[in-house]
C-alpha cells in the first residue's frame, strides 16, 4: 500500500526520474507472481502458521534490507525476491487459503471479509507510513515497517493461526 509514499523520496536521493522508480513497484509485482504459484504448494504441504511467520521473517528481512543498501541492484533484488515473496506469504493468497480451510458452511461470507479486512489494511498502513517516512526518511520507515511486521505479524501468526481440527497430523 505504501509504495507511492517511497517514489518521490527515492527518486530525489537517487536522481532517478520517478517513472524509473516505480520499476520497482513492477519488481514487486513480477516477485509476487512468480513466487505465488510455490506459495501456494507450500499453503498446501505445511501448517499456515509456518507459511505466515515465515512469511512475515522475509517481508522483515527485505524491507530492512532494501534500507540498509544504497545500491540499486541490491535494492531491486531485495524487493524482487524477499519483500515480494514475503508480500506474497500474508497476502490474499495465503488469507484465502487459510479462510477456506475454516470454513465450509459461509465460506463466501468469510472470504468477503477477508477481503475487506485486506483493503482496509491500507487505512492504517498509509498514515502511519507517511508519519514514518515524515519522521524517519524512507530508509527509516522502511525499517520500522519491516521489524514491525516481522514482530507482529510474525508473532501474531505464532499464536494465532491455526489449522483446522480435520487437517491437524
Do not use: H
Not at 505504501?2 to 520499476?23: H, Q, T
Not at 504441504?45 to 532494501?66: D, E
Request: aromatic share 6%.
Amino acid at each position: 500500500y505504501g509504495f507511492a509514499l517511497l517514489v518521490k523520496p527515492i527518486a530525489a536521493e537517487y536522481g532517478l526520474p520517478r517513472a524509473d522508480v516505480n520499476i520497482g513497484l513492477m519488481l514487486l509485482l513480477i516477485g509476487m507472481a512468480l513466487s505465488s504459484p510455490l506459495i501456494g504448494r507450500l499453503l498446501d504441504r505445511v501448517p499456515g502458521r509456518l507459511v505466515v511467520t515465515c512469511g512475515a521473517v522475509i517481508f522483515g528481512v527485505g524491507a530492512v534490507a532494501i534500507a540498509l543498501t544504497t545500491s540499486l541492484l541490491g535494492i531491486a533484488a531485495a524487493t524482487l525476491f524477499l519483500l515480494a515473496t514475503g508480500t506474497a506469504m500474508l497476502g490474499p493468497l495465503a488469507a484465502s487459503t487459510l479462510t477456506s480451510r475454516w470454513f465450509e458452511k459461509g465460506r463466501g461470507r468469510a472470504l468477503g471479509v477477508v477481503s475487506v479486512a485486506t483493503s482496509a489494511g491500507g487505512f492504517v498502513i498509509l498514515p502511519m507510513m507517511a508519519a514514518l517516512v515524515e519522521q524517519f526518511g524512507w530508509r527509516g520507515a522502511l525499517a520500522v515497517l519491516g521489524l514491525l511486521v516481522c514482530l507482529l505479524v510474525g508473532g501474531l501468526g505464532l499464536l494465532f493461526v491455526r489449522e483446522p481440527d480435520a487437517q491437524r497430523d
